[in-house]
């Protein structure tokens, strides 16, 4: 199985801020990952697939990068609105497998 | 609009079975895969099953292969998870999701296993 290492498990940013959230798989996944943002009491909503690719209606701030074993997700702008935890996922093979979380706050 | 509605939650014993399904609308169903995905009580996201669009292809992780069996009913546009010899640790919001990747989610349904 491909275990997701994210990091950090949580982060406290403010208003406006760049912040990065880490995930390392454990063998090359070929760009096959996707991150999601939870909000509290809500489902999780996908925001980028493909390690890069932003869904449609996601705000342009954020962003995906990585290949291999090693990707990031960015917020080039922290907004209240961001405040939740995020989640990598690949989806390279089965079983599919999440990252733990980081939970992001407003500092 | 895309919407996935799940049913069937509730609480059953460790050992009983239980049935969720989801209806799917906004799309044509049997375009996709679907898959469903659960959330422990104040914990991370572990998926759970996904079928192909014939529904012919399924895949598990070790947790529940074996316990549960994910279906769809292309003419009804919906997608069923059986559960069986419950688990405490199968206790969980379950999400219906669209696709491999999860590009949409149903709101959620709860089920608690507890005697």
């Known amino acids: 199985d491909i275990q997701m290492t994210q990091s950090p498990a949580s982060l406290s940013a403010s208003l406006g801020q760049t912040v990065s959230i880490e995930c390392l798989a454990s063998?090359?996944?070929?760009?096959?990952l996707a991150w999601y943002q939870q909000k509290p009491g809500k489902s999780p909503q996908l925001l980028i697939y493909g390690a890069s690719r932003l869904q449609d209606g996601v705000p342009s701030r954020f962003s995906g990068s990585g290949s291999g074993t090693q990707y990031s997700l960015k917020i080039s702008g922290m907004q209240p609105e961001d405040e939740g935890v995020y989640y990598c996922q690949q989806v390279y093979t089965y079983p599919l497998t999440f990252g733990s979380g980081t939970k992001l706050e407003i500092k | 609009e895309v919407q996935l509605v799940e049913s069937g939650g509730g609480l059953v014993q460790p050992g009983r079975s239980l049935k969720l399904s989801c209806a799917a609308s906004g799309f044509t169903f049997s375009d996709y895969y679907m898959a469903w995905v659960r959330q422990a009580p104040r914990k991370g996201l572990e998926w759970v099953a996904t079928?192909?669009?014939?529904?012919?292809?399924?895949y598990y992780p070790d947790s529940v292969r074996g316990r549960f069996t994910i279906s769809r009913d292309n003419v009804k546009s919906s997608l069923y998870l059986q559960m069986n010899s419950l688990k405490s640790e199968d206790t969980a919001t379950y999400y219906c999701t669209r696709e491999v990747l999860s590009d949409y989610w149903g709101q959620g349904v709860m089920v608690t296993v507890s005697s």
């Open positions: 079928i192909s669009t014939s529904g012919l292809t399924t």
């Open positions: 063998a090359g996944i070929s760009n096959n």
